[in-house]
């Protein structure tokens, strides 16, 4: 199968999916309960998810994996399972995608801080080299490691994943846009940064997710490229920000507010583009629409 990256600088912008969680939930997922040991006990429900994003014009799905690592599944006592886990994860995934679309093994944070000593960077690599050999046993032929915010835990998730798999590796961070409208992770990265390291690392395509609806992933997306003016971007923009209504926290982004935003996405540089929290298979068929007419031209 060709390359995300080769297909980007053959000039296609390409479309990614949306949210996962909140279409468990729908499905049944319950507070509390761990949604990777879905993979294991309801595949059709997971299933049902991967092939709705297809179905909706994805180009690329991800898999039911993002805290499959042996930190977070140990919290369920599941850390025995860590590749049972990815590897039916990526299977399902596979499944919906079939031979002509990409799967994006999810790889998230451990929660564990290594700055405070919560964890050696040993253990960090250890962990995600696990995660991704699984998932690219599954069918995984891409990577994506997400939602990061610490430059060094989200270095050792691309070393592991360069240094023991073939797949393609997407690194993204989440970023928090600061009162002189610059960008910052929680600790401190700004896109910059993050822009050097992760290349240096081993990933070859670079990103955001989560933290942003698509007006600030604008602003993102353009200091990523001051940073860097030709290596692949992805971003994966929440339904706007988070609004806790009736005892939840919901998204109120609709699907055509995000997709009129599109335009100015692409025009700061972004070439894939997906959805993350709040987002549903009608703002990736909206998103998929607009992303129609350029690769039409």
């Not at 059709?44 to 805290?67: C, H, P, W």
């Not at 002509?100 to 998230?108: E, T």
């Not at 997306?221 to 339904?239: T, V, Y």
């Amino acid at each position: 199968m060709e390359k995300i990256s080769a297909k980007i600088k053959e000039g296609k912008i390409l479309v990614s999916d949306g949210a996962w969680g909140t279409l468990l939930q729908q499905m049944g997922l319950k507070p509390g309960e761990c949604p990777e040991n879905w993979n294991l006990q309801y595949p059709e429900r997971v299933l049902k998810v991967a092939q709705s994003y297809i179905d909706a014009g994805s180009d690329m799905i991800e898999t039911n994996s993002f805290g499959g690592n042996a930190f977070k599944l140990s919290l369920f006592g599941l850390d025995d399972k860590v590749h049972e886990i990815n590897e039916a994860a990526a299977r399902i995934s596979r499944q919906a995608a079939g031979d002509d679309k990409h799967v994006l093994g999810s790889i998230g944070p451990t929660g564990k801080i290594l700055m405070m000593g919560d964890v050696t960077g040993e253990q960090l690599y250890d962990a995600f080299k696990d995660q991704a050999k699984a998932l690219e046993a599954g069918g995984a032929n891409t990577l994506v490691v997400e939602t990061m915010t610490d430059i060094e835990e989200a270095r050792a998730a691309v070393q592991a994943c360069n240094d023991n798999t073939s797949c393609e590796i997407i690194s993204t961070m989440t970023f928090d846009k600061s009162p002189d409208g610059s960008f910052y992770t929680m600790m401190g990265v700004s896109p910059g940064d993050m822009v050097s390291a992760m290349v240096d690392a081993g990933a070859g395509i670079i990103g955001a997710n989560c933290g942003n609806g698509m007006g600030n992933m604008i602003g993102v997306a353009r200091e990523i490229r001051m940073a860097n003016a030709d290596i692949p971007m992805l971003i994966h923009a929440n339904a706007g920000a988070p609004v806790y209504k009736d005892g939840e926290t919901v998204f109120l982004e609709t699907p055509e507010q995000m997709a009129g935003l599109v335009d100015l996405l692409i025009s700061a540089g972004a070439n894939i583009i997906g959805g993350c929290c709040g987002t549903t298979p009608d703002h990736i068929k909206q998103i998929a629409e607009i992303v129609a007419k350029y690769n039409a031209k």
